[in-house]
């Protein structure tokens, strides 16, 4: 079965600090892995995603994570925080097919920016 | 432009009224879904169809109930079965029920009962 573990549910960062959340997943298959970002109030927004090929994953606002099968993570990081960055993040690891092709998501890393 | 929307945005019933909410996409999406989101749990998937006329529960289905009578429209029925029915509703889709494709969300729908 497939799950997902956000380590952190609350991360607080200094504005042009490093940001990193830590996501571990459980797969029996080879994994289909998301990240998405949640402000106040508003639907998710998919930062990026791992299917197959490169481990080192770019998304959109300068986010990225990398793939690691020994150590079954993919970490989300950024290297310079900014205070628009203020929002939840969701890590989550799909389904296979047969299995109802479902998402399975963490619990949420709520991330701050101090000024 | 194409997108999900959901409405309303905000919905207050009294306890006991079933209520629905709506959930349509102009993306020619076969697949949608609906979540659940409460503080600190993250996203529950409570029903989700991957064709017209058809829908599977998810997780938590009991006290919620849905209909796919067209390819764009996918309304959830939260009934008065459901014991705690206040929480956060997103609605999402996908270009198929396929493992690596990624889901669209809509801006979602705060139901409050009280």
């Known amino acids: 079965a497939q799950s997902v573990t956000q380590l952190g549910s609350h991360v607080s960062v200094s504005e042009g600090a490093l940001v990193l959340l830590r996501c571990n997943y459980s797969s029996s298959v080879p994994p289909y892995l998301f990240w998405y970002v949640q402000y106040p109030n508003q639907g998710l927004q998919l930062l990026l995603k791992?299917?197959?090929?490169?481990?080192l994953v770019k998304g959109i606002n300068g986010f990225e994570a990398e793939f690691k099968k020994s150590e079954t993570s993919f970490h989300l990081t950024k290297p310079s925080a900014h205070m628009s960055d203020a929002a939840e993040y969701f890590c989550a690891v799909s389904v296979p097919y047969n299995q109802g092709g479902k998402l399975i998501f963490g619990q949420g890393t709520e991330l701050s920016v101090k000024p | 432009d194409g997108g999900i929307t959901q409405s309303p945005k905000y919905l207050f019933r009294k306890e006991g009224q079933n209520v629905t909410l709506s959930c349509e996409q102009n993306l020619n999406h076969d697949a949608m879904y609906w979540y659940r989101q409460d503080p600190g749990q993250g996203l529950r998937l409570i029903y989700y169809?991957?064709?017209?006329?058809?829908?599977q529960k998810g997780d938590i289905a009991e006290g919620y109930s849905v209909s796919r009578e067209k390819k764009e429209s996918f309304p959830l029925t939260v009934t008065s079965a459901q014991k705690n029915p206040t929480a956060f509703y997103l609605c999402?889709?996908?270009?198929?029920?396929?493992?690596?494709?990624?889901?669209?969300f809509g801006p979602g729908t705060r139901l409050t009962v009280t």
């Open positions: 169809s991957q064709i017209v006329n058809d829908f």
């Open positions: 791992y299917t197959t090929g490169a481990t």
């Open positions: 999402a889709s996908s270009i198929r029920l396929e493992q690596l494709r990624e889901q669209y």
